[in-house]
């Protein structure tokens, strides 16, 4: 059985159908019109396949996947005649029946396009319409690729498309040949992702399917020409000029055989739905809303009537790019009085825009939780960050396309991005969609491989890292602004990766640099004195402040530090604690020893960062440096394997002379962690100042552009 992961878009129901004595599992995803039926294709990988599409169409229509025969979740038939093309199109047909569907569009991959066609024939009273993409179907006149002789014969060694042979198959060079396929489907440069997800999913499908569907595809399929031509409701193909499993032209020459319309996309191989999701979900929805076409209203207001627009994007993981951010647009708005700034963001940056009293975009509740992916990725004071950004693909597709949708209704006249990868990393592969001035942030440069990663998580970073530079050398006019939230010399100066630029090198040639963004300055003096009169801070006692941000990542870090405060109340007796636990963490879940107060969600917290005496935090960048500008000691631990804190954070607080690091494992001492704290408030701090007018600098490089 395969290993059930978190879905970016869990189904609203799911359900089995039996017929002819397999069990057939569905999932049906959201309740619009009309049904869109998301048929399976070979069974050498299940349904997941459809995960780039299914939360978008999910959004809109009412959406039904099912596994095919063979794989996933469903029953697992032996011999050819189980799985010949009538078998499967007779599935379909009970799945629609099973989920009482009465009327639908079929949208088909591969070998799914041939049973779309033969469904659509058959029942055209049931089908709106046909979307296929990259057909892999049987058709007079047209070379399809493989043939059985290939298949049948005997190589000894075999490499290439040899490794497409039954014998080699069965004798255990299944799972070989399954690397070599999927590397075929995908031979667009940088799709690791793509080829890991495929390769992992087809590895609970056992030789002996492939074997018995493959022999069906040779022996028991016929030419799909005659079907085709019967075919009445309208057919789109969508089909990758560069396809090396099957032809481009098999596309072609259905749409002609169809009637049907036909998008080649240029230099794609096989994987178009997933390898360019953008794409296929936008043709997707075009084509569903002409076959079944709804009425719409729009309201549209003459550029010149209109305010400015500035649409925000802040990411959600971690709180400190929500302070900075709107500290940036406070500034933004005494430069540009006429602007009216919204809003696209997620729980818990939510949280901090309304206490803010900033307006939030209500298309927000669309996007999908990228802090819960964060935390079903970690383990305890454990984030492979590079791993769980990589991982997040399905989410980062879905909210994109709400981003789309957002730019199409309400054309902003600037899009400001603080890290939102999926915008700037969509925007450079759909440079099309720009129709705005867009402003890249960011606090660090650069993927780096964690030393324990060994040589795949090396590949992978610089793979990562070298995407990124093309994409900015192909297209330098998309950012029209790309702002780095401090100075050249926090940039680490380490190479992108092998035989690719340094870092910092490549930094000062392509960005300008605001200096750090604060929330606010922090206060002095007889300033400092009033906070901490007015925070309840009492003058006899030190104020250890414990926070570790936005995710329930920080738990356990949590619970090593509220374990060592009697330890440290011994040695200090005048010393309390205030343990945020933030938005993700209940407050009630946690022991509250003598001496420490434990409180959720704390607006004000830069307040209480600058007021304490010492601070124990997780090692995020925002935390960290306000607690630098305010002159505060602060001990930071930083997630084991997130290489942003273990790597980019520890060099710019190196920089500053800020800070105290352990690592999780000393953290993990009771006693060291308090001996620690009380060393640091003995320490006088001396750290390197930090400007204040990172804000005005950032906003004023906006304006340019808005």
């Known amino acids: 059985m395969r290993a059930e992961q978190l879905r970016a878009r869990p189904p609203d129901a799911s359900g089995a159908v039996s017929r002819a004595g397999v069990a057939l599992h569905f999932d049906i995803y959201g309740d619009g019109a009309p049904t869109l039926l998301l048929l399976p294709t070979w069974s050498i990988v299940d349904s997941r396949f459809w995960k780039s599409q299914v939360p978008f169409l999910a959004r809109h229509y009412r959406v039904v996947t099912f596994d095919g025969r063979g794989c996933g979740k469903s029953g697992k038939p032996r011999g050819p005649a189980a799985f010949a093309d009538s078998e499967y199109v007779a599935d379909a047909s009970a799945v629609l029946d099973a989920t009482e569907t009465r009327r639908c569009v079929l949208v088909a991959f591969s070998r799914g396009a041939t049973w779309a066609v033969q469904l659509a024939a058959a029942q055209p009273e049931r089908v709106l319409g046909v979307l296929a993409i990259a057909p892999a179907c049987r058709l007079r006149g047209v070379e399809s690729g493989r043939d059985a002789a290939q298949w049948l014969q005997t190589v000894d060694g075999p490499r290439g498309w040899q490794l497409y042979n039954r014998r080699h198959w069965l004798d255990g060079g299944d799972a070989e040949f399954k690397e070599f396929f999927f590397a075929e489907t995908f031979p667009e440069p940088h ?8 390769v992992g999913w087809s590895a609970d499908i056992d030789a002996q399917t492939l074997v018995d569907t493959t022999a069906a595809f040779h022996t028991m399929g016929e030419p799909l020409d005659d079907i085709a031509k019967a075919v009445r409701c309208p057919v789109h193909v969508v089909h990758g000029t560069a396809d090396r499993v099957r032809p481009w032209r098999i596309g072609a020459r259905l749409a002609a055989l169809t009637g049907g319309s036909l998008t080649l996309v240029e230099g794609a191989g096989h994987g178009v739905l997933a390898r360019d999701p953008v794409r296929v979900n936008t043709v997707i929805r075009d084509f569903v809303d002409r076959v079944d076409p709804r009425a719409r209203h729009h309201r549209w207001t003459r550029a010149q009537r209109r305010r400015r627009r500035v649409l925000y994007l802040s990411s959600p993981i971690g ?34 825009l309304e206490v803010a ?10 996007l999908l939780g990228e802090s819960v992916h964060v935390e079903t990725e970690a383990g305890e004071h454990d984030l492979h960050a590079f791993e769980a950004i990589r991982r997040m693909d399905e989410i980062l597709v879905a909210n994109f396309m709400t981003f789309t949708e957002v730019i199409a209704d309400e054309p902003p006249d600037l899009v400001v991005a603080d890290e939102a990868w999926e915008v700037d990393y969509f925007l450079h592969e759909n ?7 867009f402003a890249w942030l960011t606090d660090f440069v650069g993927w780096l491989p964690m030393p324990d990663g060994g040589p795949r998580e090396a590949a992978l970073s610089a793979d990562h890292n070298a995407e990124m530079l093309e994409q900015r050398a192909r297209f330098p006019r998309l950012r029209d602004r790309s702002i780095f939230v401090g100075n050249l010399d926090d940039v680490v100066d380490r190479p992108f990766g092998p035989g690719l630029p340094g870092i910092r090198e490549w930094t000062r040639q392509h960005f300008d640099f605001c200096g750090y963004v604060l929330g606010s300055a922090p206060p002095a003096g007889p300033e400092r004195a009033t906070l901490r009169r007015r925070l309840g801070v009492r003058p006899e006692h030190r104020l250890c402040i414990v926070t570790v941000g936005g995710t329930a990542v920080g738990e356990h870090l949590l619970r090593r530090v509220l374990a060592a405060v009697p330890i440290a ?32 969600f704390v607006p004000d917290l830069v307040d209480y960062l600058a007021a304490c005496d010492i601070a124990v935090v997780q090692g995020g960048l925002t935390t960290c440096m306000e607690l630098t500008a305010a002159g505060t000691p602060f001990v930071y631990v930083p997630l084991e394997h997130h290489f942003e804190q273990q790597f980019h954070v520890r060099h710019r607080l190196d920089r500053y002379a800020a800070g ?39 906003a004023a490089m906006l304006a340019e552009l808005v």
């Open 569 to 600: 109340r011994r040695a200090m007796p005048e010393l309390r604690f205030l343990v945020v636990t933030g938005p993700r963490i209940a407050p009630d879940s946690l022991p509250c020893p003598n001496g420490a107060r434990i409180r959720g």
């Open 431 to 437: 440079p099309e969609l720009k129709r705005f001035a």
């Open 191 to 198: 799709s690791t992702k793509q080829i890991e997800d495929m």
């Open 660 to 698: 105290r690091p352990m690592c999780y494992a000393e953290a993990s001492d009771p006693d060291l962690l308090a001996k620690v704290i009380v060393d640091e408030l003995a320490t006088p701090p001396r750290f390197r100042a930090v400007e204040t007018d990172g804000a005005q600098r950032a």
């Open 319 to 352: 709180l400190g790019h929500a302070r900075r951010d709107i500290a940036i647009a406070r500034e933004l708005r005494g430069l540009r009085t006429d602007l009216d700034i919204a809003w696209l963001a997620q729980d818990p940056v939510v949280r901090m």
């Open 357 to 366: 009293g900033e307006s939030v975009h209500p298309a927000s509740h669309h």
